[in-house]
């Protein structure tokens, strides 16, 4: 028989009833009411888990939403062992799960009055699907030919810390991360497969929808060496951190797949098809980097007494490294014989190093004079020193048709230097009955130059062209709120919060560089109320404001700084919690948010027409970017019997942002998706040592934004049985 989600729904919700029924049943209508959950707590243990899901759809799309392996999975989800003797303590935690690639292996061994051991290993996958966009105008849909993305990320570590009585305690910890597979990107290719005309400026047909992906190839290395020790009310600690660094990604991006121009090219007024529009260009760029640095961090915590506490930390950073990479471009050229494929790395041999060196000083103080007030202060200093150079050859073709190739060297430079002081202030004071006041304020003052040299070819030039640029940036927060037991069953909180960041970028003296301007304030204010009428219920409501503005100039200091961005976000959630009885206990979540962002619409209006071009909406090409969702969590329990507990949980998610009418103006990028999850859960004590777990479910997923060809659906079951060793 085939399961459809109304059944499943229809069923558990039957089940849910039912159930309640037997507890109010129970409650009211037998003075020996059933016992409470009394399923036992293991401290060691061993849990084995099997889960199966059986999709129907897109399974890669699957996999994305719910980081689950289409194939299901089996394994250890949870292990567990702790021995405690007299003095010495062996703990062990495991994992090992198919399907997701889930594994932690780890042992920890302490003595008293010595110090501890840690080692292990753990990883663990993350699935990508590799989609890019759909083209609603035509149904243009062009997903990567291999979908079966992930991305493994695993980390092997020791650590081992020896803590005598009365000495300084030494830590040694050394860890090696990685992070290697393939991720889709949104770097999109480009297409003319739109089904718009390429003759009707200045409404280009090109759209960016090609999906790309990223191989990944990234390692990190950490060895630290971290020192301890207590001095009367004095606690002291420094630690040494060296860190190497090997990345090797590569983008791989496709343009105009399919298409080639007729040899010779056609006046642009011509009306060619889709496949004549452009030449494919297969796209593939390579960043590598290898660093190491050295950094050393010295901090000092006194406690005076119990109403003066100082903080002081100091901190060194010494940075080297060597970036290397390519940028390959495969075009397919069109001769007056055949296309012939031209291979260009149009940037290839990179090779370039950087040096930074950051000194970082901070110091704070708290001060409590009453037991009604609390008063910290902190100020922090940064000053960081950046030398970079890089060479590289830039590759280009030329002549008609373009199959000539030619080389050419190109080097560049810049050095730069940043000074940065940050004040903090908090104040607390609860002298008010039932009330808790508190302010905080940081503002981040950063001053300091830029003296780079534009690309230039050695072969020809001695020097590019020189800039010298002050800058400075200015990044504030400010917070005040309060806290309010307005009586037993209600408290209340509020809080009004602002961030203000500002980027100057100024040309000066003989060699003027650019001017440059960025600045944002973001304000908005919180609110919580938390009311519990009777013992049984408890609801959690939480409203969020925020908005911000952006301004912005652009090159040369005469350009007026101009609106590029007014954001608005609404932010409403509710949480209740029933708990009527000890046997039933059901649990309400939901979010409604409200999320627009604006650059120009609906200031630019109609551009007029111009020449060979056409009037049109630009409107429709800036328009606003929303994310408005709602998702809501309903949960409900009950004990059936003293060896068996029930559970229903369904969950919703609806985005509904997408315009498929301005895809012949811009891209449409707003997501239009409805999601929709139901399971029924039941947990049985076989014995004091053996607790199983089994749940079944179903699970739809429709997503317009796709048009549709990432939907999918299906019934999943999950088992678990959990021993106590």
Known sequence: MKATFSTIVRGASLLAGASL???????????????????????SYIKVTGQAPSVSGDEKAFQRSKQLSSSGGIGIEDLHFINEGKDLTTEINGKALTGTEDYLAEVKIAKNEFGSVDFGYKSFRTFYDGVGGFFPTNGNWQPLANRDLHVDRSKAWIEATVALPNLPSVTV?????KREGKKDSTIWGDTDFTGMPNNNPPISQVRKTIPSFLKLDEQTKNLEFIVKHNIGNTALQLSVLNQKIDNLDTRFVNRFPGEAKPYSAPASTVLLPASQMNNEIDYRQGDGISSGATITTFTSDTKFNDQVEIKCGVNYELLHADQSGDRSLVTTTPTATVPVPINTYNYQGLAGTSRILSYTGNTSLTYTPTKNWSLFLAVKRQEEYVKSAASFNVSAASGTPATTVATTPRVEWANMMNKTTTPEVEVRYTGIKDVALYANYSKAKATGTDKDTSTYNPLTANNGTNALNATSESHGNYTIGANWKACAFATFRAELFKKSHQNDYVGFGAQVGDYYLLDSHFTGWKVTAIVKPNDVVTS??????????MDVTGFLPTFPAYASCDAENNTVSETIDWTPSKQFYAQLNANIVFNTVNTVYPRAGITPASGTSIAYDTNQVLHNANNNYVTVTALCGTTLTTADDLQFQVNYYKADNLDANLATMTVPYGMAVKEVSATVGIKHKFSDKLVGDAKVGYFDSKNDTTGGMTNFHGPQGYLSLTYAL
């Open 21 to 43: 029924a037997l507890t109010a049943i129970t409650v009211r209508g037998s003075d020996k009411p059933l016992a409470p959950d009394a399923f036992p707590t293991f401290e």
């Open 540 to 549: 959690t409501t939480r409203y969020i404001y925020q908005k911000g503005l």
């Open 173 to 177: 910890r050394y860890s090696a991360e």
